[in-house]
């Protein structure tokens, strides 16, 4: 594990970013604005020092796991994973396409993730219970869970959050795309989230907010989160739905409008 | 001699006791429902007991976690609530998963059918077959008895997958006196008679050995199947065991004609091409609120061993014309 300078790690969030559009732009089946605020939270824990993994052994014991629980949210993570060798990079061509295995919403046959995601609000309980199997094998090996702001309606959510304060597993690591929006709006219109870090403080985790695009304190705080112990954590990272593409960005009804072909295209010609 | 008839869940959970003293890797996981079984496995095994409160959904996806970790894991809830509580989490994160991951993880669901007798329709559970059987990668268990329950603990542990053991909640007499059946049928012929064959599970087989002996008084000898494993039977000894008959009864402790062992029986006389005639026996009509004993119940909803002996008798006759 590598450890890459806060502008490589901006340069290598470009790259996905811009993969990341060209995989829509081919699969426009796609989800793409909730793909777009986590960028920089993957780029981080996967090229950022934070994630013990090792591509060639997907599954190998001394892993960190990371459980992507807003599945759809995580196209983003096509193009890491290919990059660091979990697959082909040309698997990125046939996105949603007979014959790949690259889906819409990822599934577990993808080497990477470590669960079914996408239908939300499972993955936090499920880490949970690798969490506690983790520290009765007396493990290192830490488990982070991304999640999205609107995936915290699902209550099974608060279930975990409860058990895993309860059972104090500091082994843990919750973090939230706090993008303020689900499919149809804001959520602070539809059920609101307003003092997240609060809340989840008052159910006994260590909680930090961030700025979910800001690589450079991104890394510093996923890095400090894992070294910290005696509670589980959270880091409520402050981001962007459709982050850098027009008409999209904090859009209340972005989840679910595919740019035009033609607006991709003029933004993968611009320069990096 | 005769062996004292116990509770399902305390001859298994004390399998699972015994077990743990020397499989570190067995862990048990209960959302705060006891036995005094259970009491030992606390107390002799905390730091493998995990206790996740009123919290169906979080325990099967913590039993997800522990499973996917390797550990073996024994869940444990009433049967309604470990079912349909958290029926998303169990398909996502057990059926779901353990098609590409391999998880042993076995849902102990105490409370089938009517055996919450005076708790009423949100306690008592007649849809969980349905349910459960709609699952690809589920193992579905239906003992009658302890001695058969029991046996079902040496099939969790050496067979991997998601497994969902339905369990009734009260004493129920020993079927299985000269010892367990075999678990790779998944089946056992206790009587074998003509023209027909009651195919009983669960709390059923008692009521379906009381019908045979009913009609045998008034001359009929009737063949009497116990069906405990409902999704992997073995399909070709079972329709050896009943080509003879020309008419099949099912009975069952959930809703006739929703899904449970009914149409799965359906399905298999066709797929099989048995040529023989079906009755189903199954709780009539939607849920209901009368209070009463499990036998008044019974007849009440179109279970009872009265009812059922007279409705067979009839299908009998028909057969025969």
């Given at each position: 594990m590598s450890h890459r300078t806060v502008s490589e790690l901006r340069e290598k969030a470009h790259w996905v970013w811009r993969e990341t559009l060209a995989i829509h732009r081919r699969a426009?089946?796609?989800?793409?604005a909730s793909s777009l605020s986590t960028i920089e939270i993957f780029v981080a824990l996967y090229y950022g020092g934070v994630l013990n993994f090792d591509p060639a052994h997907p599954?190998?014991?001394y892993r960190d796991r990371c459980i992507i629980s807003k599945g759809h949210g995580s196209i983003c993570m096509y193009p890491v994973l290919a990059d660091l060798g979990y697959f082909p990079m040309e698997e990125l061509q046939r996105v949603c396409h007979t014959g790949g295995f690259l889906g819409g919403i990822p599934d577990p046959?993808?080497?990477g993730y470590e669960t079914v995601n996408?239908?939300?609000?499972?993955g936090l309980g499920v880490a949970t219970g690798m969490a506690l199997g983790l520290k009765r094998k007396r493990s290192d090996s830490s488990v982070f869970v991304v999640c999205g702001d609107g995936e915290l309606h699902e209550g099974a959510n608060w279930e975990a959050i409860m058990f895993a304060s309860h059972h104090k597993l500091d082994n843990l690591n919750l973090i939230i795309?706090?993008?303020?929006?689900?499919m149809l709006g804001y959520t602070d219109d539809i059920v609101s989230h307003d003092g997240l870090t609060k809340r989840l403080t008052s159910f006994g985790w260590d909680c930090w907010d961030v700025d979910g695009h800001d690589m450079e304190t991104l890394q510093a705080a996923l890095i400090k989160m894992k070294a910290n112990v005696g509670k589980p954590k959270a880091l409520i990272a402050k981001t962007l739905k459709g982050h850098g593409v027009p008409g999209l960005e904090n859009a209340p009804l972005s989840h679910i409008i595919n740019p035009k072909p033609e607006l991709i295209d003029s933004l993968l010609e611009q320069k990096p | 001699m005769s062996i004292k008839p116990l509770a399902m869940r305390d001859v298994f959970l004390d399998r699972i006791w015994q077990a743990m003293a020397h499989d570190q890797k067995i862990y048990f996981t209960s959302a705060d429902f006891g036995s005094p079984v259970l009491d030992k496995i606390r107390a002799d095994f905390p730091d493998r007991f995990v206790n996740v409160g009123i919290a169906e959904q979080n325990l099967i996806n913590v039993s997800a976690g522990l499973a996917l970790e390797g550990y073996t894991v024994f869940a444990y809830a009433i049967a309604p609530f470990i079912t349909m509580r958290c029926y998303e989490q169990i398909r996502v994160s057990l059926a779901l998963l353990s098609e590409v991951r391999p998880m042993n993880i076995n849902l102990i669901g105490v409370g089938a059918g009517y055996s919450y007798v005076v708790s009423g329709p949100t306690h008592q559970c007649y849809e969980d077959i349905t349910l459960m059987r709609a699952l690809p990668n589920f193992r579905v268990l239906s003992p009658a008895d302890h001695v058969s329950a029991g046996h079902l603990f040496d099939r969790c542990i050496s067979t991997m997958g998601p497994k969902y053991l339905r369990f009734d909640a009260q004493v129920l007499p020993v079927i299985y006196e000269a010892g367990a059946p075999d678990l790779n049928v998944?089946?056992?012929?206790?009587i074998h008679g003509e023209p027909v064959c009651l195919v009983a599970t669960g709390y059923m087989l008692h009521t379906a050995l009381k019908v045979a002996e009913g009609l045998a008084k008034v001359g009929y000898s009737v063949g009497v199947l116990d069906l405990f494993d409902i999704s992997n039977f073995a399909a070709d000894e079972l329709q050896a065991a009943l080509s003879s008959y020309t008419g099949i009864v099912t009975m069952e402790e959930g809703f006739r004609g929703r899904g449970g062992i009914d149409s799965m029986m359906f399905e298999f006389i066709a797929r099989r091409g048995l040529n023989a005639r079906m009755l189903n026996i199954g709780v009539e009509g939607g849920y209901r609120f009368e209070l009463g004993s499990r036998l008044e119940l019974h007849e009440q909803v179109g279970i009872g061993p009265q009812f059922v002996l007279s409705s067979v008798e009839e299908f009998i006759k028909s057969l025969v014309i």
């Amino acid at each position: 594990m590598s450890h890459r300078t806060v502008s490589e790690l901006r340069e290598k969030a470009h790259w996905v970013w811009r993969e990341t559009l060209a995989i829509h732009r081919r699969a426009p089946e796609t989800r793409i604005a909730s793909s777009l605020s986590t960028i920089e939270i993957f780029v981080a824990l996967y090229y950022g020092g934070v994630l013990n993994f090792d591509p060639a052994h997907p599954l190998a014991e001394y892993r960190d796991r990371c459980i992507i629980s807003k599945g759809h949210g995580s196209i983003c993570m096509y193009p890491v994973l290919a990059d660091l060798g979990y697959f082909p990079m040309e698997e990125l061509q046939r996105v949603c396409h007979t014959g790949g295995f690259l889906g819409g919403i990822p599934d577990p046959v993808i080497p990477g993730y470590e669960t079914v995601n996408g239908s939300l609000g499972h993955g936090l309980g499920v880490a949970t219970g690798m969490a506690l199997g983790l520290k009765r094998k007396r493990s290192d090996s830490s488990v982070f869970v991304v999640c999205g702001d609107g995936e915290l309606h699902e209550g099974a959510n608060w279930e975990a959050i409860m058990f895993a304060s309860h059972h104090k597993l500091d082994n843990l690591n919750l973090i939230i795309d706090n993008n303020g929006i689900s499919m149809l709006g804001y959520t602070d219109d539809i059920v609101s989230h307003d003092g997240l870090t609060k809340r989840l403080t008052s159910f006994g985790w260590d909680c930090w907010d961030v700025d979910g695009h800001d690589m450079e304190t991104l890394q510093a705080a996923l890095i400090k989160m894992k070294a910290n112990v005696g509670k589980p954590k959270a880091l409520i990272a402050k981001t962007l739905k459709g982050h850098g593409v027009p008409g999209l960005e904090n859009a209340p009804l972005s989840h679910i409008i595919n740019p035009k072909p033609e607006l991709i295209d003029s933004l993968l010609e611009q320069k990096p | 001699m005769s062996i004292k008839p116990l509770a399902m869940r305390d001859v298994f959970l004390d399998r699972i006791w015994q077990a743990m003293a020397h499989d570190q890797k067995i862990y048990f996981t209960s959302a705060d429902f006891g036995s005094p079984v259970l009491d030992k496995i606390r107390a002799d095994f905390p730091d493998r007991f995990v206790n996740v409160g009123i919290a169906e959904q979080n325990l099967i996806n913590v039993s997800a976690g522990l499973a996917l970790e390797g550990y073996t894991v024994f869940a444990y809830a009433i049967a309604p609530f470990i079912t349909m509580r958290c029926y998303e989490q169990i398909r996502v994160s057990l059926a779901l998963l353990s098609e590409v991951r391999p998880m042993n993880i076995n849902l102990i669901g105490v409370g089938a059918g009517y055996s919450y007798v005076v708790s009423g329709p949100t306690h008592q559970c007649y849809e969980d077959i349905t349910l459960m059987r709609a699952l690809p990668n589920f193992r579905v268990l239906s003992p009658a008895d302890h001695v058969s329950a029991g046996h079902l603990f040496d099939r969790c542990i050496s067979t991997m997958g998601p497994k969902y053991l339905r369990f009734d909640a009260q004493v129920l007499p020993v079927i299985y006196e000269a010892g367990a059946p075999d678990l790779n049928v998944g089946f056992h012929a206790h009587i074998h008679g003509e023209p027909v064959c009651l195919v009983a599970t669960g709390y059923m087989l008692h009521t379906a050995l009381k019908v045979a002996e009913g009609l045998a008084k008034v001359g009929y000898s009737v063949g009497v199947l116990d069906l405990f494993d409902i999704s992997n039977f073995a399909a070709d000894e079972l329709q050896a065991a009943l080509s003879s008959y020309t008419g099949i009864v099912t009975m069952e402790e959930g809703f006739r004609g929703r899904g449970g062992i009914d149409s799965m029986m359906f399905e298999f006389i066709a797929r099989r091409g048995l040529n023989a005639r079906m009755l189903n026996i199954g709780v009539e009509g939607g849920y209901r609120f009368e209070l009463g004993s499990r036998l008044e119940l019974h007849e009440q909803v179109g279970i009872g061993p009265q009812f059922v002996l007279s409705s067979v008798e009839e299908f009998i006759k028909s057969l025969v014309i």
